[in-house]
């Protein structure tokens, strides 16, 4: 006995409300800090005071504005960029280089090395920063900007090169037999084949490390403490602090920092869920 | 592989040292960041300021650390962070296997489930500090449910605040691990689960008999990133949050570590502290060393 088509839909649609109302329930529980942000930050402070949880009104761009103007926001803002920036380069170009010679090459200690760049995936920043500390005090680097992009460099590339090395492996060896049967030696092969054909791994390496650098607290709050060189982060941790009468204000920051990797996610989802898995699922 | 005669013509010698100068930027990179770091903490944790001002060689930070309460309160608060890494995993697999039944809009509920994560922790904790203060949004609902007793300030209190904070952890890292089993699921072959529907296991039955055991390596992997980041990267939840306290009720290994480097400015100590921290994370290498060389094994 077969139901008919329309019944067997709607008994479908009831069955799963039950899974609709779950799946419901966890978005509003995602949502919910950044609805709360998002309309803070949009609110005078009175009426964040008589209505925290509402929608504003009136609807304000004041406290964007004074934190985009009156405050170190701006500064903050270009520095994380900067950061971000360099410290992706390097990482990238670093890490790309190393996982060539791991995936192309045999040679002895490859092994060690790739376990030691697992293994050091592990080690917790906290551990690091203090030698650091003291290293970047003793090269004059303290509250300059190149100290936390050596150091985030350098953070980065067991990840980065783990990921790259699973990604180079996976190229058909057969194009670099070709290449260098044409005459190309080792590093043009690097640059005019690996590399280009790596282009998605790339991409994905580069958006994860940024979310990571973008987002980092404890290193930038310890390197860069002069105020004119914070980054967001301890920038806007610490805004707290100077700023706890006004709490829309505070809202406004955070928005502000969350822009640009909101962005990066809207645009780059897939990328985030497949640098993000990397190695868990093949 | 690449050992055919190379056209620049330089000879077997630089064919053999070749790989190594690929290696070296990102070797001296990690010397610099990664390994002279640790070699100082273990030489300064060992050295002690004696009475007639020499430094010798001995354990008294070691003694100092052990001997202090804070520092077993601090280990026991990561301990019991640990206990919301089970939590984590139970609701990602969840919401995962939800998802993954095709519910209608399942794409849209990825995406809003997996937001939290990309947010900056930073950017959670000072929102947070407001949903879960006396007057936040969770007080607020309780009152409107009737519920005044169990109104309270949630991460000023001894006995809540690493439950609240665990719950917000929980929050953040949800999203990745319902992200990484629904990849997993996705790519799990559909016949062994029309199988099991043919022959009539119900929802429960088919998934926790047929997709559970094949879900068995992501499982692990999800347990050990976050067992790593409840031991390693807790810092910026702690320091946006609750400073630590009250008390030190919510101090964890590395918030107190950076207290003794930074506020309280005794290295010994605090290389100590690190010393004993990079201990604990030894185990999960040892974990990690098993499970990120098996998906790459073959030819390493």
């Known amino acids: 006995m077969k139901a008919p088509k329309s019944r067997l839909r709607f008994r479908n649609l009831l069955a799963s409300i039950p899974n609709q109302m779950i799946l419901i329930f966890f978005s509003v529980l995602s949502l919910y800090p950044v609805y709360y942000m998002a309309v803070t930050a949009f609110k005078t402070r009175p009426d964040w005071l008589r209505n925290q949880f509402g929608l504003p ?7 964007i504005t004074d934190a985009l103007i009156k405050g170190e926001i701006p500064l903050w803002f270009g520095n994380s960029l900067i950061v971000t920036v360099a410290s992706l380069v390097i ?12 995936a192309r090459f045999r040679f002895p200690g490859r092994a060690f090395y790739f376990n030691t760049m697992i293994a050091l995936m592990v080690i917790p920043p906290a551990v690091l920063i203090l030698p650091l500390f003291v290293l970047m005090v003793n090269i004059n680097l303290i509250n300059k900007l190149p100290s936390v992009i050596i150091i985030y460099s350098g953070l980065l590339i067991p990840f980065s090169v783990y990921l790259l090395v699973s990604f180079f492996r996976s190229l058909p060896t057969e194009l670099f037999d070709a290449a260098s049967i044409d005459g190309c030696n080792n590093l043009d092969i690097f640059w005019r084949i690996s590399l280009p054909l790596s282009t998605p791994a790339l991409v994905t390496l580069i958006v994860v490390n940024a979310l990571f650098v973008w987002n980092e607290l404890l290193i930038a709050l310890v390197f860069l403490q002069d105020q004119t060189h914070k980054t967001l982060m301890p920038g ?6 100077h700023f706890t009468v006004n709490e829309p204000l505070i809202m406004a920051g955070t928005l502000i920092a969350t822009i640009p990797m909101i962005l990066l996610y809207l645009f780059g989802q897939r990328l985030f869920v497949e640098g993000l898995t990397a190695g868990a699922v093949k | 592989m690449l050992d055919k005669k190379l056209s620049t013509g330089t000879g077997i010698t630089f064919r053999k040292i070749e790989p190594y100068l690929y290696l070296a930027p990102a070797t001296i990179l990690i010397v610099l960041i990664f390994l002279y770091p ?5 030489r300064t944790s060992l050295l002690q300021n004696n009475p007639d001002g020499i430094k010798t060689f001995g354990f008294t930070n070691y003694r100092l650390v052990f001997e202090d309460p804070v520092f077993w309160e601090a280990l026991s608060n990561n301990g019991k962070l640990l206990l919301s890494v089970p939590i984590l995993t139970v609701l990602s697999l969840l919401i995962a296997i ?13 995406g809003i489930i997996f937001m939290p994560y990309i947010l900056a922790i930073p950017v959670v904790g000072v929102t947070f500090v407001y949903l879960l203060g006396l007057n936040g949004i969770v007080n607020t609902l309780l009152r409107g449910a009737g519920l005044e007793f169990l109104a309270q300030d949630w991460l000023g209190s001894v006995k809540w605040v690493l439950p609240s904070l665990s719950i917000v952890i929980i929050y953040r890292e949800m999203g990745f691990g319902v992200v990484l089993f629904l990849a997993r699921l996705m790519s799990l072959e559909k016949e062994m689960l029309e199988a099991a529907a043919i022959d009539g296991a119900n929802f429960w039955q088919k998934h926790i008999y047929v997709t559970l055991p094949q879900l068995s390596g992501v499982i692990e992997f999800l347990i050990i990133v976050e067992l790593i980041t409840m031991l390693s990267w807790v810092f910026a939840y702690v320091f946006t949050m609750t400073g630590g306290g009250p008390g030190f009720a919510s101090t964890v290994l590395e918030f107190y570590i950076w207290k003794h480097a930074f506020a309280f400015r005794s290295p010994g100590i605090a290389s100590a ?14 974990l990690q060393l098993r499970l990120r060389s098996r998906s790459l094994e073959e030819g390493l």
């Open chain 2, 98 to 110: 939800l998802l993954f039944e095709h519910v209608r809009g399942w794409l849209v509920y990825r």
């Open chain 1, 236 to 241: 806007l941790t610490l805004f707290k602090g």
């Open chain 2, 273 to 286: 502290l690190a010393v004993v921290l990079l201990m604990v994370t030894t185990v999960l290498i040892v």
């Open chain 1, 91 to 102: 990482t990238t170009i670093v890490s790309a280089l190393a996982a060539y010679a791991i």
């Open chain 1, 57 to 63: 009104s009136p609807f304000t761009f004041q406290n």
């Open chain 2, 38 to 42: 640790i070699v100082d903490i273990i």
